[in-house]
């Protein structure tokens, strides 16, 4: 099944994926790379308009793992922390970041980025166990 919000960006070396129903607006990728990620234009974002090395780590910033990425010589993969770090922020959310696995019940048959999340820890998420911002609206 297709992820309707996933949308692919190809680059020469790397391409990178974005799904925009799980982007919280952390603004990691902004900050890191301007050139790469410029809301302004269309497409939004260029992976030719840096190193594969610098947009992955860019990449590998994003908490809600809203971006992937995929090296087109797969020689070099997202390595999570080990241990897992979970982390609380200041806007009530749970980020994890690490080899994850989620089960239970969720939001259905939609992939899961398996290194960064962020949970719902106010609980008003209709995307729960995922956050959606919902604290944030009230």
Sequence with gaps: MSEPNLKSY?????????DGGRCL????CVRGLPEVFDVSARPWITPDNAGAAALAAVVERCPSGALQYTRHDGSVEETPPDPTVVTANERGQILLHGNLTLT??????RPHPKYRMTLCACGRSV???FCDNACRST
């Design 25 to 28: 607006h952390f603004a990691e």
């Design 127 to 129: 995307k729960r166990p």
């Design 104 to 109: 239970g019940p969720g939001p259905g048959p």
């Design 10 to 18: 190809p680059g020469s070396e790397i391409t990178v994926t974005f």
